[in-house]
């Protein structure tokens, strides 16, 4: 007889299980394959035609796993080098597409040791409408940094977006391969099925 479906679904649990344990602790991906293997691994717990000594292979890779990925979530440092990795990928991709700005400092008016200069610097300070408009600038230079902060967040929340799609989409193509194949050797075993009664 031919692979069953839920066959196909024990194929797909050991094919991602042995690319994520492979994978560097650090690639940025481990973390989304290790939460669809979760799903995965209770749907295999379900399938009643898996030898003892499979299941006991399967729960011992999970636990390793589950081990592994809360070390990394008790270091958030690790998470954060990583999100910072992703990051400094988005902005080497803006500079490229754009010219980097650089903030020009204004430079901070010096006082003088000369008391009759200091007189007259005295003399020369701004009033109060000054000191209004020197805050309001600053707080549109804030402004302008928290909106390219926040332009600089969407950025990266819509490329880590994309990757996880392309990668669900992988995950999709190599279900439907495995699907083709094993209906492939469900026909091929027939006609050998259908070839040995007739011989």
């Known amino acids: 007889m031919g692979l069953s479906r839920r066959s196909v679904t024990e194929v797909q649990f050991r094919g991602l299980l042995s690319k994520t344990l492979e994978m560097e602790n650090g690639h940025w991906r481990k973390v989304h394959y290790y939460e669809h293997l979760l799903k995965l691994h209770e749907?295999?717990?379900?399938i009643p035609g898996i030898s003892a000594d499979d299941r006991v292979s399967y729960d011992k890779s999970m636990k390793e796993?589950?081990?592994?990925?809360?070390?990394?979530?008790?270091?958030?440092?690790?998470?954060?080098d990583l999100m910072k990795k992703r990051r400094q990928m988005v902005e080497e991709e803006q500079k490229l597409r754009s010219p980097h700005k650089v903030p020009i400092n204004r430079a901070l008016p010096t006082r003088s040791s000369d008391p009759e200069v200091e007189d007259e610097e005295e003399e020369e300070s701004?009033?109060?409408?000054?000191v209004i408009r020197m805050h309001k600038e600053k707080q549109a230079k804030l402004a302008d940094?928290?909106?390219?902060?926040?332009?600089?967040?969407?950025?990266?929340s819509?490329?880590?977006r994309?990757?996880?799609?392309?990668?669900?989409?992988a995950l999709?193509?190599?279900?439907d391969t495995v699907e083709k194949n094993s209906s492939k050797l469900t026909r091929e075993t027939a006609k050998l099925e259908k070839y040995n009664k007739s011989s």
């Open 43 to 46: 749907e295999v717990k379900m």
């Open 65 to 80: 796993l589950i081990d592994l990925m809360e070390n990394l979530k008790e270091n958030p440092s690790h998470i954060a």
């Open 126 to 130: 701004p009033d109060v409408a000054e």
């Open 145 to 156: 940094q928290m909106l390219h902060m926040t332009k600089n967040l969407k950025q990266v």
């Open 158 to 160: 819509i490329a880590a």
């Open 162 to 169: 994309d990757i996880i799609t392309q990668d669900n989409k």
């Open 172 to 175: 999709s193509d190599i279900q």
